[in-house]
């Protein structure tokens, strides 16, 4: 699978959703480097929007401590959300991003934008923009390299 490629395509998904005053939170760590990738496509077809990151980490359920809850830089205030995360799995880092966005502000709605869907979700959340589906077992593991933080692009599964 050629990520950029991939990028592109749900670049134009995106741009051509009915999405007014759209703001694009990525979800750390390889998520908020594929919005900016994202982010760069939209800004050549025109799509106007914002981008942001989100800190989810205090809205885990599954922390034993109690950890600062952030806001967002941009408040997500009645505008249209698309969270972009690199791998969707169990569904439980999306709830917590999700619980995280609702933390800084009531948006009009949100969406989730991810590169892979592996399947085995715990919870009842799905992707609107997906870059591909790649069934796996629970015993093996996706990875996505990124050429900023790991100097190429590539999906492993193992």
Avoid: W
Avoid at 28 to 43: A, E, H, N, V
Avoid at 89 to 104: P, Q, W
Avoid at 111 to 139: M, Q, V, W, Y
């Amino acid at each position: 699978m050629e990520i950029e490629k991939t990028l592109y395509r749900l670049s134009k998904e995106i741009s051509e959703s009915d999405l007014s005053n759209p703001l694009l939170i990525g979800i750390p760590r390889r998520g908020d480097l594929l919005t900016k990738r994202i982010s760069k496509y939209l800004i050549e077809f025109g799509f106007k929007h914002d981008i942001d990151t989100v800190n989810y980490r205090p809205f885990r359920d599954d922390l034993d401590q109690e950890l600062e809850k952030s806001n967002l830089n941009i408040s997500p205030e009645d505008r249209n959300i698309v969270l972009i995360d690199d791998v969707i799995y169990t569904g439980r880092t999306l709830r917590a991003s999700i619980e995280a966005v609702m933390h800084s502000g009531r948006p009009k709605s949100i969406t989730l934008a991810c590169l892979i869907d592996r399947g085995h979700r715990e919870l009842p959340i799905t992707p609107k923009f997906i870059g591909k589906n790649i069934p796996t077992n629970e015993s093996e593991y996706v990875s996505v390299f990124l050429e900023e933080i790991d100097k190429e692009d590539r999906i492993e599964v193992s």
